[in-house]
């Protein structure tokens, strides 16, 4: 059986996770206990780190190593994590909203004459095209 597997698969034991970020899995540990990263869980209560949690350990790791405290660092994590759910939705709600527009029965569809005018068209049709010719003549003095 494939599994689809992503960033937030959750494929380290803890040693693996704290050799990837640099850190003692005691400090996993505390962290998992203070809730600023939060690895899956096994059938057997075993800690499963993803990539995602990895990357956060190391972001932990940056911001601690700047002075921030780890309130602090709660608090940048989440704001980050709600961004990017925020950002999935924009993405998801563009998808959906380019879809009904490209699906909608009789949607408008807009041209402009020569003078700039707004001419409402129906779907597959096209405006008719000026054939005149026009002869152009610059001023002789």
């Known amino acids: 059986m494939m599994m689809d597997m ?6 380290f034991a803890i040693a693996i996770a704290a050799e990837l970020s640099e850190m003692h899995p005691q400090t996993l540990r505390q962290y998992d206990r203070l809730g600023l990263v939060s690895p899956k869980r096994t059938a057997g209560k075993s800690r ?8 956060q350990l190391r972001e932990i790791a940056r911001l601690s190593s700047e002075g921030v405290s780890l309130e602090g660092i709660r608090r940048v994590l989440d ?16 998808t ?30 096209r405006t008719q095209r000026n054939t005149q010719v026009v002869l152009w003549k610059p001023f002789t003095r």
Do not use: C, H
Not at 6 to 11: F, I
Not at 48 to 55: H, I, P, T
Not at 79 to 94: D, F, I, S
């Open 6 to 11: 992503d960033e937030n698969s959750p494929l």
């Open 48 to 55: 499963r780190y993803s990539m995602r949690d990895v990357a």
């Open 79 to 94: 704001l980050e994590n709600q961004v990017n759910e925020l950002a999935q939705r924009v993405r998801e709600l563009e």
């Open 96 to 125: 959906a909203l380019a879809d009904e527009l490209l699906n909608r029965p009789g949607r408008r569809v807009f041209a402009a004459d020569e003078a700039g005018d707004v001419i409402p068209l129906r779907a597959g049709t």
